[in-house]
């Protein structure tokens, strides 16, 4: 089963890549962006195959490891067989 | 309007962080994890309200600056009015 979990800083966190990437489109000419803000994302494949478990793992995996829970947020998704 | 881009490594290409992930969670005593794969995600905040104009600047930025073509896919999302 393939999970996708996206991880964002908190709103009011200082995000000083997307900034990098807001300033270099304004200088490459690019208008009419208000803001940029960069995450994370991944793409896992687990084994099991039940919605319920493979979300339970993602919550885990979201906690201990990919996700500051301090100054991010995480959401997933779990996405339909393959 | 809001956009989501999502820039992840082709198929094939050696993913270096996402093997980091993921013998780190082996490590920690998660199981039942085939594959992980990181990529980038930003969320993009445009003056413009037309979905198609949204998508056409998107599609601009992926090319000229967010993704890199050789190694990298991307995905566009437009999001609905917040």
Redesign the interface.
């Known amino acids: 089963m393939k999970v996708e979990i996206?991880?964002?800083l908190k709103q009011g966190v200082l995000d000083p890549q997307?900034k990098a990437?807001e300033s270099?489109?304004k200088n490459?000419g690019?208008s009419?962006?208000?803001?940029?803000?960069?995450?994370?994302?991944?793409?896992?494949?687990?084994?099991?195959e039940d919605p319920k478990k493979a979300k339970d793992?993602a919550l885990?995996?979201c906690e201990?490891?990919?996700a500051n829970m301090v100054i991010e947020d995480y959401k997933i998704k779990i996405i339909k067989n393959t």
Chains 1, 2 share one sequence.
Not at 32 to 48: A, C, P, S, V, Y
């Open positions: 996206h991880t964002t997307g990437v270099a489109l490459l690019f009419g962006i208000r803001e940029i803000r960069q995450g994370k994302l991944f793409n896992i494949d687990m084994e099991t793992l885990k995996i201990v490891l990919l």
